[in-house]
């Protein structure tokens, strides 16, 4: 029997081929549905992703990731707003896994706020982005970007608002 695959309803590829962000394959929440799971985790094999890191406070879909032949990072977050110590966890991490082949995947539960904030902040280390037009452009792709996301990465929510109008 063959593998449905299904797009990630809420999914911003901050690098393409190399960096996403998205919802939690499935849904998040109450939302959540196996079949889903299933088809979101094999598009995200399909477009080369190798490594999921979930930020998820629970380990839902960890099991899942292993069964699907993937590793996985799990870092728990409990709010965008308690999330520099995290924020510093993970940009180390990024740098490194990003180097070999392959994609890496970050998600949240129904939240994408702060997964959002992560690649806003590695597209500015690594690239010298502008944070508010990478948190923009994550919004425009279906994520959810708050007062608290733009805080953490020192940009006014206001000018991200504007980049979005813009565009």
Known sequence: MELAVREPRRIWWAR??????????GGGG??????????????????????V?????SRHNLAAYEAAGLDWHHVPVRSTEDGAQALEELLPLLRHELKPAGAVALHGDSYTD???AVCAAHLHEARGADPAEALASAARAGLTVTPEACALLGVDSGATEA?????
């Open 16 to 25: 393409p081929r190399k960096l996403c962000a998205l919802e939690r394959p």
């Open 30 to 51: 109450r939302t959540h549905r196996a079949d889903r799971r299933r088809a979101e985790i094999e598009y995200l094999r399909g477009r080369g992703v190798r490594l």
């Open 53 to 57: 890191v979930s930020i998820m406070w």
């Open 114 to 116: 702060f997964v959002a």
């Open 163 to 167: 980049l979005m109008r813009v565009r």
